[in-house]
């Protein structure tokens, strides 16, 4: 039976890099298995069926690419990282343009390869976890799934049987926290890609420069950190399917790139002048308001209009009626499965009705969390309303706390340590996200106030897209009126 913890193969001459990679993997709970010979390397593949594979470009008596393809022919959803020693990587560029996953230089950056190998993993998770498109009247799977029954939700279903096997853009909108990432894989596992490798980028996890090099790789000498040529995911994923996650937070620069690629499916890299050929497919998603971004002038009409070849809305769970019900039953099952807690029978009526009653700001996600957090409460075998999350019971009954010292300018926290005790004496469960909301919301008010509202300057000021500061003005409702203030 396959080790339930991720697995790793590395295959490299070299004992004393095999040992290291060893060592600085299983500190972040991998199971590795290294080998020198191609043919060993190539029987643990077949044997442990691993998550990711190191494979060094130089190994006895044979080249990495020749490994390459024969791995390839085994998995070709495998992630493959390959190990180049030297400055000379034109061979494993020339492997990554066939798929690869990336390559790393020796003497090895073992905490960058740590993060390196966690992304591989995540995205062999990604292509290989199902999705279902209906639920069935016996037991729920054990794998992620789409679950409900709702005719938002039907619909949601038939858009992606319809559009899936065709080769157009699609635009996946929704809030955050809704399942735009089941979706998706939902298309790309129902695609004719869906042999090939399948990325993910969030658009909003990286600054403007780091995404121009992330998705179309550079040439060496082209910035400042630029010492050695890297191939970006469009060139990594010829043939495949690009998931670019928080489209709206793309820079102008960035958005011009990317609406060439689709026109003419071609580009160059960072600092090169070499046109590249590319075959992928895009898929995007947003929790932001593209059409009046497009309005404002923050977003590029044209790139719009190319990626909304088709689009499917998600819609938020608080619209989903009866599927709340069928997601807590789904999701408590899975939950109590991985937390092997087979003693639990189920949820209190008084429990339900208070899960049924909470408007789930955030979603699917936030659902998750809250059962995995019931679970962890839980004395017994049933669910009851103490041990729910405090959000849920203190909004079944509202009460009006004690407030915390605010800025006269803002009317928003301004000594952090209040409301963290506040808090604290309440046994929150999710101190971490409260306290940087709090912050996130006096920084981004205080911000305004000093610009006089004016989004444009704030955003200069924050380093933010000025699309992600109006999801939070209206996410905290911010007034931008003469005196920009926010609602306690």
Excluded at 286 to 309: A, H, K, P, S, W
Excluded at 318 to 344: F, I, P, Q, T
Aim: glycine fraction near 6%; proline fraction near 5%; charge should be negative.
């Amino acid at each position: 039976m396959k080790n339930l913890m991720p697995n790793v193969v590395v295959i490299d001459d070299d004992r004393s890099v095999c040992e290291m990679i060893r060592r600085s993997l299983e500190k972040i709970d991998l199971v590795v298995s290294t080998v020198s010979r191609a043919d060993d390397g190539l029987n643990a593949i077949r044997k442990e069926s691993p998550d990711v594979v190191l494979l060094d470009i130089m190994l006895p008596g044979t080249s990495g690419l020749d490994v390459f393809q024969k791995i390839r022919d085994i998995d070709r959803k495998l992630p493959i990282i390959f190990i180049t020693a030297g400055s000379d990587s034109s061979t494993a560029i020339r492997a990554m343009q066939l798929g690869g996953f990336d390559y790393v230089t020796k003497p090895l950056d073992l905490p960058a390869l740590n993060e390196l190998v966690e992304k591989a993993i995540e995205t062999r998770r990604m292509m290989n976890t199902p999705v279902a498109m209906h639920m069935s009247d016996g037991e729920f799977p054990d794998t992620e799934s789409f679950v409900g029954r709702s005719p938002a939700m039907l619909d949601v279903f038939k858009s992606i049987g319809r559009v899936a096997a065709q080769n157009v853009a699609v635009l996946i909108r929704g809030e955050s926290g809704t399942g735009k990432e089941l979706v998706a894989r939902a298309l790309y596992q129902n695609s004719a890609r869906s042999g090939e490798c399948f990325m993910a980028v969030n658009c909003a996890a990286l600054p403007d420069a780091l995404l121009e090099s992330e998705l179309f790789g550079h040439e060496k000498g082209s910035f400042t950190g630029a010492d050695k040529q890297r191939i970006g995911k469009f060139e990594a994923c010829n043939g495949g399917t690009i998931f670019l996650d928080e489209i709206g937070d793309m820079s102008p620069l960035v958005q011009g790139k990317v609406l060439r690629l689709l026109q003419q499916q071609e580009f160059e890299r960072v600092g090169g002048n070499k046109t590249i050929k590319t075959d992928v497919r895009i898929i995007t998603a947003t929790n932001l308001d593209l059409d009046q971004m497009v309005i404002d002038g923050e977003f590029r009409q044209d790139l719009f209009y190319r990626l909304n070849g088709i689009t499917i809305t998600l819609p938020p769970l608080r619209n989903r009626g009866d599927d709340v019900s069928l997601l807590l039953e789904y999701y408590l099952r899975v939950c109590a499965k991985e937390m092997n807690r087979h003693d639990c029978e189920g949820i209190s009526p008084e429990a339900l009705e208070m899960l049924k009653a909470y408007s789930w700001p955030g979603n699917v996600r936030e659902m998750q969390s809250i059962v995995r957090q019931s679970l962890l409460n839980a004395t017994g075998p049933v669910i009851v309303p103490s041990f729910l999350p405090l959000e849920v019971t203190n909004a079944s009954r509202p009460e009006t706390p004690e407030p915390a010292p605010v800025d006269d300018a803002t009317g928003v926290p301004s000594d952090v340590a209040p409301f963290v005790n506040r808090r604290l004496a309440a046994e929150s469960r999710n101190l971490y996200a409260e306290t940087l909301e709090q912050m996130e919301r006096y920084l981004i008010t205080r911000v305004l106030q000093a610009t006089e509202g004016n989004q444009t300057k704030a955003s200069e000021i924050l380093g933010i897209t000025r699309g992600k500061i109006r999801d939070r003005v209206n996410l905290f409702q911010i007034s931008l009126g003469t005196t920009v203030s926010v609602e306690e």
